[in-house]
């Protein structure tokens, strides 16, 4: 949980954002003139996904393009190689071609040294191009914004942004000017590292620059800040990047409505839904898959369904996703029949169910008890050479507990290691619940020490299930040793574990004394 400085110092951050904006796009007064903009993103290997995936990076660097003076130093292993095992296929043969190039005389073009790096970049051989970038300096080769914009992508890719911004100021201490290829890159990076205010501040960079961002660039920010939850933010983005002449894509109404959608706004989702169609945007199997997944959520069921029928309608095929989607919303809303006929149509037009498919299912049959059903779906899926995960085996166990067949849960969870299957914490907590509901206390006891030998770390959500269990055994002596250790390892008591100390406290004096002399239980609160 944040401290309260902490949320007053992201409440100030995010703040700041529409701040920015408003001042930026006062300076925007053109359309884009990059109209080569998607060649070159693919020549270079710059790959945008629509979903804009995550790159994993903990450090946080100050973005700062006006006054860096120190040459960026490209991350080094073996000689300048960096270590990425997937990306080395090759790297010996890209060597030696690059060996030979620089070594002619003349030496090849610009173009030609980025067309070979670009074809690299397009294996997704990434350390292998900043290995590469790293020789050119040591030999002398001078980079140019072509070079430098597919070095800035493949440090993206690899989750060092802080030298993709170093890069950005060599490229202005060099007096290379950055295009919207170089900042929709960057921004693109910050972006998924959730660096969202230096992201903005380098889209403010681009109107100094006199860079003008593309759809892409505004996609960026208008996905970001909807899965922040800012969708205020994002639809002024959306509302701007229309004013100055620049058309959204698919990609911009998805991210948009899939922001509404989130937050269950679902008159505001379909109106941007409206609003697509009416530009002769045509809505992708995405687009209505983001819709079936906001009415479902809104428990707006038949929303949701007509949906269905309307894709038919325009001949949209619906994929795995919007079939678990639908799938999903009708188990929630307790309609396990239409949801079990929605399977059967989903395998009679060729889709294919997945794991998550078959977890869908199961968690719907097991939660109303149909247990003989459930088991039954479960060899079917592995009729069809699906094995069963850990999260399908946890929903069983659940379900077989719920139902009160103690002997089936543990049978099923003594299997997981006869299948080589490892199970997870969750499946420790269901375990132990369960016991501990059946009264076999020294059962949940042992299994929860074993948990540990096992290499399981118990979590909070551990501690809280036995803890309640103790006490509804009536043996609140080992509740308390147990939240002696759990406070210990600085986990807290939910709000069901501490109500139940509250109830107690008036009638078991092991509890009363507790609540009166332990310091521990005012750590909890």
Request: net charge neutral; hydrophobic share 40%.
């Amino acid at each position: 949980m944040l401290s309260s400085s902490d949320s007053k110092e992201v409440r100030n951050k995010q703040s700041e954002i529409p701040q920015i904006f408003n001042l930026t796009m006062m300076m925007f007064t053109r359309k884009s003139a990059f109209r080569g903009f998607q060649q070159q993103q693919v020549e270079m290997g710059i790959l945008l996904p629509p979903d804009f995936p995550s790159f994993l990076f903990s450090n946080h660097h100050h973005l700062n393009t006006s006054t860096c003076t120190k040459k960026p130093s490209l991350p080094q292993n073996n000689g300048g190689f960096v270590s990425n095992n997937s990306n080395d296929i090759g790297i010996d043969d890209a060597m030696a071609s690059f060996y030979r190039m620089i070594h002619m005389n003349p030496r090849p073009s610009f173009v030609e040294l980025g067309k070979f790096l670009g074809s690299i970049a397009k294996k997704k051989q990434y350390s292998t191009v900043v290995s590469l970038c790293n020789q050119m300096d040591l030999f002398g080769v001078a980079h140019n914004d072509y070079t430098l914009n597919i070095l800035i992508n493949s440090l993206c890719r690899l989750s060092h942004i802080h030298f993709a911004v170093s890069v950005l100021s060599k490229m202005f201490k060099l007096g290379i000017q950055p295009d919207s290829v170089t900042f929709t890159t960057l921004i693109n990076g910050l972006c998924n590292e959730g660096r969202i205010k230096e992201a903005v501040e380098l889209f403010n960079e681009m109107a100094v620059r006199d860079a003008m961002p593309n759809t892409v660039t505004f996609t960026i920010l208008v996905d970001v800040l909807c899965k922040k939850g800012m969708v205020s933010e994002a639809r002024c983005v959306f509302e701007t990047m229309t004013e100055k002449g620049v058309e959204p894509n698919i990609y911009t109404y998805n991210a948009l409505m899939n922001g509404y959608c989130l937050r269950l706004e679902m008159n505001e989702a379909s109106k941007v839904f409206e609003i697509m169609v009416g530009k002769g945007c045509a809505p992708s199997v995405h687009s209505y898959s983001i819709l079936i997944n906001g009415y479902c959520k809104s428990r707006r069921i038949d929303e949701a369904k007509a949906l269905l029928t309307q894709m038919s309608e325009k001949e949209l095929i619906p994929n795995t996703v919007t079939y678990n989607t639908l799938m999903q919303g009708l188990c929630h809303a307790s309609s396990l029949l239409e949801a079990q006929e929605l399977f059967k149509k989903m395998c009679s037009s060729g889709m294919l169910p997945n794991l998550r498919t078959y977890s869908i299912l199961l968690d719907g049959l097991c939660k109303h008890g149909h247990l003989e059903e459930a088991l039954k779906l479960l060899t079917s899926m592995q009729e069809r050479k699906l094995e069963p995960d850990i999260v399908l085996y946890n929903i069983l166990i659940q379900g077989m507990f719920i139902a009160g067949k103690l002997e089936v849960a543990k049978e099923l969870f003594s299997k997981l290691f006869a299948n080589g299957i490892r199970p997870s914490v969750r499946t420790y907590n269901i375990m132990i619940k369960g016991l501990l509901k059946e009264g076999l206390s020294d059962e949940a006891y042992k299994l929860f020490r074993k948990m540990e030998d096992d290499g399981f770390l118990p979590d909070s959500c551990s501690y809280n299930v036995i803890i309640q269990g103790f006490l509804q055994n009536q043996d609140p002596s080992t509740a308390i040793q147990l939240i002696d250790e759990m406070v210990g390892r600085r986990f807290s008591a939910d709000s069901s574990t501490f109500k139940m100390l509250l109830d107690l406290e008036s009638h078991d004096e092991i509890i009363s004394r507790f609540m009166r002399e332990s310091s521990q239980i005012r750590k909890m609160k």
